[in-house]
């Protein structure tokens, strides 16, 4: 039966049949006014916004009573783009000056500053332009006076499939009680319809491309959240094999508050440390929901994606002291910004374009050569760090110097706080993370230079075998499992040990249950993952002896090919808790 493959964005395994939404384009057609009516115009504009700014304040209000203010916060973006009487000034004045009715002078402003999100070289932005088509829906509803409510229309738990959904659009199906899970043909990470979906915990895969094309009302599918897959009309076979994988995953579900507040510890006493991998600081309350000790990983690109320039000191010490204020007593490692390759800075931020960009000027590499960007960074996570258990964290090291170099200017900052007068933590920890084959085989020097290090085999793995995940001729020779990546993990943690530095793992390996009994043998102590994948692993780690872990690492070490390993490591996970 046909399979697409996507882009995972909230993890879990539906089987349901489909329904296809219309791409809902409205083409508002092109409408002059008299000179008369343009005051009528105004006005139409006016109780437009007005309304649209109403419904946004109560759809959040509804919405953070069932999902919480922080996942509710994502429709702030909304409020304070409708608040703005910028956007509103410049419809009006395509009503004033060319006449347009209200709804045109609406389309047409709303479709260019769509387009100028869409045309961005960031993913992050891009994912913006959703937001815009939200809020642009929005205001042609309210001009036109109309009332929509096919979304709200389900008579069964269907799945949806549709070119793009909007957050409001999810909020709105997942309101319906309906709502089993959403495949569609664009999308990605980090666009707010994907947070929503993970912190509802609603089964998605996005980024599918045609999706639409190849699925038909009525169709039965299997959204398959755990590896990105998508079958349409499976067989019996299939039918079966996922009908028990997502009873299997109901099971962990109701299992999660009692591990939540278990230690993720062997069967014969060896604690491991779980901790959450965060893009915002609204993430941090799911990490703990789902048992995390603390944040291992906190993304702060975010900050620097945004439309305009780049965030001021002030704005990025709020941003990491909300984070940990939620995080309390537990840890939270904040990694400098890993700008480049696919994230690049905001509309107003300087940027040139680089052939190869994953080779270029990206990560450390960028924040070295960018002091004016990286010193209020530093500054503003200096002083986070007399709030809580701040440690910090320099991403894709790949020599000692740069390593260096990042300490020397943090060093600097300190200094100039201390004169400043301002209170902060002296001996805040400062590890390296290993992302490139260069660092994992000077891992033990690295480790002399730092409190802790950090394996990211995101990257490791890429520039490790050469493969861009993302790239379909190539993306299936993308694995943790090739032997020559086991054996560079393998050679981190025993220079951490040899230097008594503390080595954790960040990458999608960690969360990946199929690696957690290789793992802990291996002798990681600390993973770090997304907070879907905390039970999961916890509840394998607390399956397990380690005495049967070093048995999995020494015979896993020996193979040659990653599919011995995987063939291996899914024998021996079936063992001790069945299909993962």
């Not at 990605?188 to 089964?203: E, K």
């Not at 080595?503 to 249950?513: Q, Y």
Request: glycine content about 8%.
């Amino acid at each position: 039966m046909p399979l697409r493959r996507g882009t995972i964005v909230s993890t879990g395994v539906v089987i349901g049949d489909a329904v296809v939404l219309d791409t809902e384009e409205t083409r508002v057609p092109r409408r002059m006014v008299p000179v008369d009516q343009v005051p009528h115009e105004l006005t139409v504009l006016e109780h437009a916004f007005e309304a649209a700014t109403r419904d946004i304040a109560a759809e959040r209000e509804r919405f953070a009573a069932r999902a919480g203010t922080e996942l509710a916060d994502i429709f702030g973006f909304h409020e304070r783009w409708l608040s703005d009487p910028k956007a509103r000034k410049e419809i009006g004045l395509l009503v004033t000056e060319k006449h347009y009715s209200a709804a045109y002078a609406t389309s047409v402003f709303m479709r260019r500053y769509r387009r100028r999100f869409q045309e961005m070289g960031s993913p992050f932005l891009q994912e913006r332009a959703r937001d815009i088509l939200d809020i642009e829906r929005r205001l042609l509803h309210q001009v036109s006076g109309e009332t929509r409510h096919e979304l709200t229309e389900l008579d069964e738990p269907v799945i949806i499939v549709a070119h793009d959904l909007t957050p409001s659009q999810l909020v709105t199906l997942e309101q319906t009680k309906r709502l089993l899970g959403f495949a569609t043909d664009a999308g990605g990470p980090t666009s707010h319809t994907a947070i929503i979906a993970a912190g509802l915990g609603i089964p998605a895969v996005v980024g599918l491309e045609n999706i639409t094309s190849h699925v038909s009302s009525g169709d039965t599918l299997v959204i398959d959240g755990l590896h990105g897959v998508v079958i349409i009309n499976p067989n019996k076979s299939q039918r079966a094999e996922y009908t028990a994988q997502a009873a299997h995953l109901q099971e962990i579900r109701v299992t999660l508050d009692e591990l939540r507040d278990l230690h993720a510890e062997t069967k014969d006493g060896v604690r491991v440390r779980l901790l959450g991998n965060i893009e915002f600081p609204y993430e941090v309350n799911e990490c703990l929901a789902k048992g995390a000790t603390g944040i291992g990983l906190f993304r702060t690109e975010f900050l620097f994606m945004q439309e305009g320039s780049p965030p001021t000191e002030e704005e990025q010490y709020k941003a990491y002291c909300d984070a940990v204020d939620a995080v309390g007593d537990h840890p939270l490692v904040i990694r400098t910004m890993d700008l480049g390759g696919d994230k690049c800075c905001g509309p107003s931020g300087t940027w040139e374009h680089e052939k190869n960009p994953f080779l270029g000027l990206r990560s450390i590499r960028y924040s070295l050569q960018n002091l004016s960007i990286f010193r209020p960074q530093l500054r503003a996570i200096v002083r986070a760090s007399a709030n809580g258990d701040v440690q910090i964290m320099f991403p894709l090291v790949s020599r000692i110097m740069e390593l260096r170099q990042a300490k020397f200017v943090l060093s600097l900052v300190m200094e100039e706080l201390e004169e400043e007068g301002y209170e902060f933590c002296g001996k805040m920890p400062v590890g390296a993370m290993v992302e490139t084959p260069a660092a994992a085989i000077c891992a033990r020097e690295l480790a002399r230079e730092t409190d802790f290090l950090s394996i990211g085999t995101n990257d490791l793995i890429q520039y490790t075998l050469a493969v861009d995940r993302t790239n379909e001729r190539v993306a299936q020779l993308y694995t943790p499992a090739d032997p020559s990546i086991l054996r560079l993990i393998r050679g981190v943690i025993k220079d951490g040990r040899r230097e008594e530095v503390a080595v954790s793992l960040c990458g999608e390996m960690a969360g990946d249950p199929l690696f957690t009994i290789l793992l802990v043998g291996m002798g990681l102590r600390t993973l770090s993952m997304a907070a879907g994948n905390i039970p999961r692993v916890k509840k394998i780690i607390r399956s397990i002896n380690l005495t049967d872990a070093e048995r999995v690492k020494r015979r896993v070490l020996s193979f040659e090919t990653e599919r011995e390993v995987l063939n291996y490591l899914r024998d021996e996970t079936r063992k001790v808790w069945g299909d993962i």
